[in-house]
Antibody
C-alpha cells in the first residue's frame, strides 16, 4: 500500500521560505508512471494544485505560483520537496502531497494526510 | 473562486440518495477532460472515489457512482450511511492559460 507523508515546520514567518518534504513508502518514486504533486487548501477555500515534479527532476507549476515555488525530488531518499519563497499570510494552508498519474485519465490516486502551515510573525 | 463549481453543502437521511453536482466550462469538463471525485474526512488523506467520470477504484462501494454530461458532472451516493458524512471534491484538467489541474470548492455532505 502506497503511503505519502508530509513533514516540515508548521509555522513560518512572513517573507521567509516555506519548506516541506513528502516521503513516499510502499512504492518507488522512480516509477515513470507518476508525477509527484503538491496541492494546498487555504482556510475556507477549495483545493489548489501547486505543481508537480517527475522522478527525472522535470517540473510543472501552476502559473499563478510560478516564480515563487520550486519542487525537487530525491530518488535516493524516495522523497520530494516543496520550497515556497517570500510567503505571506495568504499562504497559510493545509499542504498535501499526492501522486498523479502521468497518463490519462490523470487523477491523484494517493494523498498524504496534509500538514497545516501557518504564516505568522 | 474555484474553477469547478460545487454546492457548498448537501444533506440526506440514512438510506436516501443524494447527488453532488460539479459545473465547469468549455476549457475543462466541456473540452472532454475526465472528472474525478475524492472523499475527504478532515485530518485524513483525501481518498479517490471515482476516476474517469464513472469508474470506482477497488474497495469503493457501488453505492457511489459518477456521471458526466457536457460541461458538468455528478456524484451520486445511494443508500446513505453515517460514515459517508465527509467533504467531496471534483477534479478535472483545464487547458486555458490560467492553470492545469483544477478542483471544485468542495461539498460538505451531512447525514441527518
Amino acid at each position: 500500500q502506497v503511503q505519502l507523508q508530509e513533514s516540515g515546520p508548521g509555522l513560518v514567518k512572513p517573507s521567509q521560505t516555506l519548506s516541506l518534504t513528502c516521503t513516499v513508502s510502499g512504492g518507488s518514486i522512480r516509477s515513470g508512471a507518476y508525477f509527484w504533486s503538491w496541492i494546498r487548501q487555504r482556510p475556507g477555500k477549495g483545493l489548489e494544485w501547486i505543481g508537480y515534479v517527475y522522478y527525472s527532476g522535470s517540473t510543472h507549476y501552476n502559473p499563478s505560483l510560478k516564480g515563487l515555488v520550486t519542487l525537487s525530488v530525491d530518488t535516493s531518499k524516495n522523497d520530494f520537496s516543496l520550497m515556497m519563497t517570500s510567503v505571506t499570510a495568504a499562504d497559510t494552508a493545509v499542504y498535501y502531497c499526492a501522486r498523479l498519474l502521468t497518463s490519462a485519465p490523470n487523477y491523484f490516486d494517493y494523498w498524504g494526510q496534509g500538514i497545516l502551515v501557518t504564516v505568522s510573525s | 473562486q474555484s474553477v469547478l463549481t460545487q454546492p457548498p453543502s448537501v444533506s440526506g437521511a440514512p438510506g436516501q440518495r443524494v447527488t453532488i453536482s460539479c459545473t465547469g466550462s468549455r476549457s475543462n469538463i466541456g473540452a472532454g477532460y475526465d472528472v474525478h471525485w475524492y472523499q475527504h474526512l478532515p485530518g485524513t488523506a483525501p481518498k479517490l472515489l471515482i476516476y474517469g467520470n464513472t469508474n470506482r477504484p477497488s474497495g469503493v462501494p457501488d453505492r457511489f457512482s459518477g456521471s458526466k454530461s457536457d460541461t458538468s458532472a455528478s456524484l451520486a451516493i445511494a443508500g446513505l450511511q453515517a460514515e459517508d458524512e465527509a467533504d467531496y471534491y471534483c477534479q478535472s484538467y483545464d487547458d486555458s492559460l490560467s492553470t492545469f489541474w483544477v478542483f471544485g470548492g468542495g461539498t460538505k455532505l451531512t447525514v441527518l
